[in-house]
C-alpha cells in the first residue's frame, strides 16, 4: 500500500498556511505532530454534544462521555496488541507515565540495587529514574553508545551492565534524536533472565509504525498522543496486567478509590488505580480519533513512507559540504528524525534561518543533553518527518541549509 501523501495532506488545513512568502515546511513532528480536522472535529462534537464528568454522572451525556473515554482506552489496547483495555492507563504524557514507572517501581528498590538506562535517553526517561535512585539508595547506570550512536551492547556484555542487582532497565525504543532504533526485544530478554522489569518509552515508536506491546518483550510501554496526530494533555502507560495489580497507587484522589475511611483507604484495580480525579476526557476522544485515522492509512504504509523519505533525507543531507549527521547515516533499524549540525554555525541560528524560510525544525539538544555532551556536540539542528512530509519539503530543506551556510561563510 502506497500513501498518497497530497491527498492526505488536504486533512492537515495548517500545513496549506504561508510563513511571510513561504509556503510551511513543517519539519518538528518528532516534537509534536500536526492534527488532522478529523481529530479536532472529534474534539469539537465531543464539546459541543457529549461534554460531561465520566464515571460520575449517571445522566444520558454522563454516559455518553464514559462511552468514548473507555471507547478509547479500547482503541489504544487494540492498537498496540494489549491484551486487554485495564492494562492501559491514560496520564498527562509520556513523562507523566515515566514518572509514574518510577516512583511505583522506585518504592520497591533499595541500596545495592541497580537501575539501568542509557545515555541515549530523552530527559524524561533519566531524571524520574535518578530522584528514584536518591530516593532508595540504588545505584543509577547506563548503556554508553558507539560513535555511530548505536547502543554499545558489546561494552554492555563485557561490563555486566545487566546482572543479578539489576531491578529496572528502562530505555527508549527509538532515539527522539539520532533516530535509532533499539533492540528492545533482545534487551527485555536479558532482563527477564535475571529478574528485571524492562520499560520502554515508545514515544517516537508507536506514531510511526506497527506496535505489538507482546512482541516487544517490556513490561511497560509508555508513550504520548500529541505525537501521533492526537491532542497535547493526554499520554498512555501500558503494563502487564500483574504487574499493573502489585504496584502502589501514584496519586490519591477521586476515582482511583475502592473504600475511604479516615483510618485508611482502599484502592481500585488497575488502570483506574492510577488515574486520580477527573480524567483528560477530551484528550482520550481526540486520541481515539487519532487511531481511527492512522489506522485507516495503514501504519505498514506509514512505516514505509518514513523508510522510503529518511533514505532520501540522509542521502541528500550526507551531500552537503560542512554538514554532520549525528547517529547513523544509513536508514536502517532507525527512524525519521535526523539531528546534524553545519559546521560553524550554532543550531540556534539555523533554526532561525530557516524559520525565515517558512521552515520548521528544532535547534537545541531536545531534551537529551547527556547524548550531546557524549558525542561531543553543543546541540543540533533536528528535522523529523511524519507521514504528511514530501520529497519536496526534503528538496527545500537542503535548499535552505546552503543558503544558511553560504550566507554565514563569510563569517566563519
Known amino acids: 500500500m502506497t500513501l498518497d501523501v497530497d491527498a492526505l495532506r488536504a486533512d492537515f488545513p ?4 504561508r510563513v511571510g512568502d513561504a509556503n510551511l515546511v513543517y519539519l518538528d513532528s518528532a516534537n509534536t505532530s500536526q492534527k488532522p480536522r478529523q481529530v479536532v472535529d472529534a474534539i469539537a462534537e465531543h464539546y459541543l454534544q457529549h461534554n460531561a464528568n465520566v464515571a460520575r454522572a449517571m445522566h444520558l451525556l454522563g454516559a455518553e462521555a464514559t462511552e468514548g473515554y473507555e471507547g478509547a482506552r479500547s482503541k489504544v489496547a487494540t492498537f498496540i496488541n494489549a491484551g486487554s ?40 526517561n533519566i531524571v524520574p529514574w535518578q530522584l528514584a535512585c536518591e530516593r532508595s539508595g540504588a545505584t543509577l547506570r547506563w548503556f554508553d553508545v558507539t560513535d555511530e ?6 561494552a554492555a556484555e563485557r561490563d555486566h551492565l545487566i546482572n543479578e542487582r539489576t531491578r529496572v532497565v ?4 527509538v532515539s527522539n534524536v539520532l533516530g535509532t ?4 526485544a533482545d534487551i527485555a530478554r536479558r532482563a527477564h533472565e535475571v529478574g528485571a522489569t524492562m520499560v520502554l518509552d515508545a514515544s517516537q515508536g508507536v506514531p510511526h509504525q506497527p506496535t505489538d506491546v507482546e512482541a516487544l518483550g517490556a513490561d511497560l510501554v509508555c508513550f504520548t498522543a500529541h505525537k501521533m496526530l492526537g491532542p497535547t494533555g493526554i499520554g498512555v502507560l501500558w503494563g502487564r496486567l500483574e504487574l499493573l495489580a502489585a504496584l502502589p497507587p501514584f496519586l490519591g484522589g477521586g476515582e482511583m478509590i475502592e473504600v475511604v475511611r479516615m483510618e485508611r483507604s482502599t484502592f481500585a484495580p488497575p488502570p483506574y488505580r492510577f488515574e486520580a480525579g477527573t480524567p ?17 492509512v495503514g501504519m505498514e504504509a506509514i512505516a514505509a513512507h518514513e523508510q522510503e523519505l529518511t533514505a532520501y533525507a540522509l542521502g541528500v543531507l ?16 532507525r527512524g525519521s528524525a535526523i539531528s546534524f549540525n553545519l559546521e560553524g554555525i550554532h543550531p540556534h541560528d539555523v533554526m532561525q534561518v530557516l524559520d525565515s524560510r517558512g521552515i520548521a525544525i528544532r535547534g537545541g539538544h531536545h531534551c537529551a543533553r547527556p547524548l550531546h555532551d557524549r558525542l561531543g556536540h553543543q546541540s543540533s539542528t533536528r528535522a523529523s518527518s511524519y507521514l504528511y512530509t514530501t520529497r519536496r ?5 537542503a535548499d535552505a541549509l546552503v543558503f544558511t551556510r553560504n550566507y554565514f561563510a563569510p563569517r566563519l
Open 14 to 17: 495548517i500545513l496549506a498556511r
Open 85 to 124: 483495555a485495564e492494562e492501559v492507563v491514560f496520564t498527562k504524557n509520556a513523562s507523566e507515565a515515566l514518572n509514574l514507572a518510577a516512583h511505583t517501581l522506585g518504592a520497591s528498590l533499595k541500596p545495592g540495587d541497580e537501575v539501568v538506562v542509557s545515555v541515549m535517553e530523552h530527559h524524561s
Open 149 to 154: 550512536g548505536r547502543l554499545d551492547l558489546e
Open 170 to 173: 528502562s530505555l527508549t525504543w
Open 181 to 184: 532504533r533499539n533492540p528492545v
Open 280 to 296: 483528560p476526557i477530551a484528550q482520550a476522544v481526540g486520541l481515539g480519533a487519532a487511531i481511527d485515522y492512522l489506522q485507516s
Open 318 to 333: 550526507g551531500d552537503l559540504e560542512g554538514l554532520v549527521i549525528l547517529g547513523p547515516g544509513e536508514p536502517v533499524e
Open 393 to 397: 519539503e526534503i528538496d527545500a530543506l
